[in-house]
Antibody, heavy 122, light 106 residues
Framework: QVQLQESGPGLVKPSETLSLTCSVSGDSISSYYWSWVRQPAGKGLEWIGR???????KYNPSLKSRVTMSVDTSKNQFSLKLSSVTAADTAVYYCARHTYYNGWFSPAMDLWGQGTTVTVSS | EIVLTQSPGTLSLSPGERATLSCRASQSVSSDYLAWYQQKPGQAPRLLIYAASNRATGIPDRFSGSGSGTDFTLTISRLEPEDFAVYYCQQYGNSLTFGGGTKVEI
């Protein structure tokens, strides 16, 4: 059974860098595309970006200047770094796996972590 | 960026009734790249429909998706108590975006 688990600090100071890791168990991280999605309390979902292996990334244009995603295949993990955070970055952060459709990348995410709450505050 | 507008914002129905949720895109979306999710309080989203009309693994057949171009619909044929939740549509064009959600409440 494939599982995803987010980890990282629950509190980050303004202007600092938010760092989260998603650990994948039960399958190889190299076989899929992976995304980060966030959700402020009481609000909707916002896609942050996706990564495939160590070479292919695509970010939300509104966050692109502050986002870096990476993969560590040796640990079967992928990571998110979001720089220069403000209170507006306070949210539940989810990692998720993309499925395939007709053998090609699908934007649909069929497996999600439980989410981790990150608060930006001094 | 393609904007997805979901309507209505809230749908008040009773168990056993039919729910029809709308997702309208600001530009044409490939049907291959339109998905629907269900989210309950305190839980991660759950994939219901991918490629506009394909049910994800384990999703009951009372859930169905349809549409093309700029207009897509999620239909729940007969609401079960566990179906009361928030539903999001999602698209992928040059970027990936979600709609604002429709809350289905009793």
């Amino acid at each position: 059974q494939v599982q995803l688990q987010e980890s990282g600090p629950g509190l980050v100071k303004p202007s600092e860098t938010l760092s989260l890791t998603c650990s994948v168990s039960g399958d190889s991280i190299s076989s899929y595309y992976w995304s980060w999605v966030r959700q402020p309390a009481g609000k909707g979902l916002e896609w942050i970006g996706r990564i495939y292996n160590t070479v292919s990334t695509k970010y939300n244009p509104s966050l692109k200047s502050r986002v870096t995603m990476s993969v560590d295949t040796s640990k079967n993990q992928f990571s998110l770094k979001l720089s220069s955070v403000t209170a507006a970055d306070t949210a539940v952060y989810y990692c998720a796996r993309h499925t395939y459709y007709n053998g090609w990348f699908s934007p649909a995410m069929d497996l999600w972590g439980q989410g981790t709450t990150v608060t930006v505050s001094s | 960026e393609i904007v997805l507008t979901q309507s209505p914002g809230t749908l008040s129905l009773s168990p056993g009734e039919r729910a029809t949720l709308s997702c309208r895109a600001s530009q044409s979306v490939s049907s291959d790249y339109l998905a629907w999710y269900q989210q309950k309080p305190g839980q991660a989203p759950r994939l219901l429909i991918y490629a506009a009309s394909n049910r994800a693994t384990g999703i009951p057949d009372r859930f169905s998706g349809s549409g093309s171009g700029t207009d897509f619909t999620l239909t729940i044929s007969r609401l079960e108590p566990e179906d009361f939740a928030v539903y999001y549509c999602q698209q992928y064009g040059n970027s990936l975006t979600f709609g604002g959600g429709t809350k289905v409440e009793i």
